[in-house]
């Protein structure tokens, strides 16, 4: 049985019980109690704050663990990334009131500046020598410049609006930031054997993510026009139709690249473009 520490709420709580619904891993959504084990998958669920996954994968409390890339750098706890997930995808600024005039980095010289994240914005200021006076609170950052508690913040951004509803303006970017699939280094076989397995079917549903199943109609004649086109996975998949002088080219691409691309594809003959969805994807 493989035990994996999951944040308890908030946006990457939903993305990784998505993640596992889509990889076929049922859990009882309805029994929110600390630990549920799965009922179709050697697998059973620990829900903690986010914070305290880190420490609990690296001391074998749980075996691995989902978590953001921001508070795994932050903990600096002794754990292996297993996997980048790619989703629930953030940055780490340093904001500033909007109204005053930023000059470069060297501005925080000297400055106080309000965060959750003390150990990253000191290996910051360590690197571009900076003396930052770190002010460490927890929950509402964005707030501490409006009352006077500090001369900035330092905290994740995602679409922005909480610093603009703040009157703040981000102003350097320190880290990028997305969600890991940690692991303990010292698992047992039998349960890397599950994590195998476990790896194998997140994957086919991240490889899918965004994936687009293509088919599309055109004359025999325009193939290999169309072709030059496709910036498809592999080499598309092309068969001659029952018309004569027609064939049937079908491939995968990302759906941005499709939007990017459909005019040209039509330009040269395609028809009957049909986009299909991928569930799943086994490389």
Known sequence: MLRIA????GRLFEDTMNLLKEAGIKINSARRTLLVQSSNFPLEVLYLRDDDIPE???SG???IGIVGENE???RNEDADIVK???FSKCRISLAIPESIEYTGVEWFNGKKIATSYPNILRSFAEKNNLDIHIHTIQ????IAPGIGLSDGIFDIVSSG?????????EVEVVMNSEALLIGNKDMSEEKLAVLDEFLFRIKSVLVADNKKYVLMNAPTESVSEILKILPGIKSPTVMPLATEGWTSIHTVLEEKHFWEIVNQLKSAGAEGILVLP????IL
């Open 56 to 58: 609990c994968v690296a």
């Open 72 to 74: 795994f750098v932050e």
């Open 161 to 169: 609006s909480t610093l603009v509803s703040n009157k703040l303006r």
């Open 278 to 281: 991928i569930e799943k994807m």
């Open 84 to 86: 980048r997930l790619g």
């Open 139 to 142: 929950g509402s950052v964005e």
């Open 6 to 9: 999951v944040q308890s709420k």
């Open 61 to 63: 409390v749980a075996d």
